[in-house]
């Protein structure tokens, strides 16, 4: 399994559906787990019942020798063999499912299997998805490269090293990739939201790239068994 958070810094407000984007574009079948502090949006969005959601998964791992629940009714299916756990749009339910879920996040693989993307929301200090954050595989920041938005990642820029390495995504905006590069410390890899063939091409390459990073560590771990 892949973890890999996603996470934003400026005014990009609707994180869950960028990374349902970003998981279609993944080349191994993947469960995105909407698990933004502030609460859930997807279900609302796509009509998808709410429950099993976020807080059934945190309860499967707080119990898993009693639990009966079940992976497939869990995920609801998106496309491009991507599936979605949904959280509830309560803040207050949504961090009370982080804090069983983030000490047992390694466990989800044994029970859904895959690849996860896991939306994590704004990254704060003191964030209820710190846990979930720190053990990552990877941490993609997804930012828009309008000004506001750059200064603020800017000055974040101490707050996200604290929890490890990043790489960004852009998601539009004014200024450009490179631009954006020359202005942040982190690994600007591409743009989301691609105006053109070539960067549509670098798009591709670059998720290639993540889907690919660890693949060593992976062939290694299968050696030893």
Not at 22 to 33: M, R, S
Not at 81 to 98: C, F, G, K, T
Not at 118 to 147: C, F, H, K, W, Y
Not at 187 to 199: C, F, H, N
Request: net charge neutral.
């Amino acid at each position: 399994m892949t973890l890999i958070v996603t996470g934003t810094t400026g005014g990009l407000t609707d994180l869950g559906t960028v990374s349902l984007h970003l998981a279609t574009l993944w080349p191994h079948p993947v469960t995105v787990i909407e698990a933004d502090p502030d609460g859930g949006r997807l279900a609302a969005r796509h009509n998808w019942e709410l429950r099993p959601g976020l807080a059934e998964l945190a309860g499967h791992l707080r119990t898993p020798a009693t639990s009966t629940l079940d992976p497939a009714t869990l995920c609801r299916e998106y496309r491009n063999h991507v599936s979605v756990v949904v959280a509830p749009p309560s803040a207050e339910q949504v961090i009370a499912a982080l804090s069983v879920i983030g000490p047992n996040v390694r466990n989800i693989e044994q029970f859904l299997g895959g690849d996860i993307v896991i939306d994590v929301g704004r990254v704060r200090p003191n964030s209820p998805a710190a846990e979930l954050i720190r053990q990552a595989d990877i941490r993609l920041l997804i930012t828009r490269t309008d000004l506001d938005d750059v200064v603020v990642l800017v000055h974040r820029q101490q707050l996200l090293n604290d929890f490890g390495l990043w790489k960004i995504l852009a998601a539009g905006g004014r200024y450009t990739v490179k631009e954006l590069s020359q202005a942040v410390e982190f690994p600007v890899l591409a743009d989301l939201l691609p105006a053109d063939r070539k960067s549509s091409a670098s798009l591709r390459k670059a998720i290639a790239a993540l889907a690919n990073e660890l693949q060593p560590n992976r062939l290694s771990s299968l050696a030893v068994v």
